[in-house]
Each structure stands twice: as structure tokens, then as C-alpha cells.
């Protein structure tokens, strides 16, 4: 197994760890609907598939 040949430094660490941060999705409100959903993405509501607060599919009765 490696290991290292000098320790590192607490701020050479913590530099490495700055990324490691989580970061909560960003959400956005539907303007026809008013319903939140994620950036960039399409949504169901009420059987109808909305992207940019325009319907793009309605969903298949079986």
C-alpha cells in the first residue's frame, strides 16, 4: 500500500476539501401552473407534461 512521504498541511487539506461542499438543487416555479419543478427539466401535472410552461405531451389513457 502507497503512503505518503511528507505529511500534508492543514491548509493544503482544506484546499482540497473546499469542493466537496453539497449544494441544494435550484428550483423554479412553473409560470402556467405554479408548480415547482427543477431548472431545465419537464414536468407532470394533472396529465399533462409541461417544459417552459407550455404542454408538450398529454399522457395516453389505456
Request: charged letters at 30%.
Amino acid at each position: 500500500m502507497a503512503h505518503p512521504k511528507r505529511r500534508q498541511s492543514k491548509s493544503r487539506t482544506r484546499k482540497r476539501r473546499t469542493h466537496d461542499s453539497l449544494t441544494a438543487p435550484t428550483v423554479a416555479t412553473c409560470p402556467t401552473t405554479g408548480q415547482p419543478h427543477l431548472f431545465h427539466r419537464a414536468h407532470w401535472h394533472e396529465g399533462k407534461l409541461y417544459y417552459k410552461g407550455k404542454i408538450v405531451m398529454e399522457k395516453a389513457e389505456a
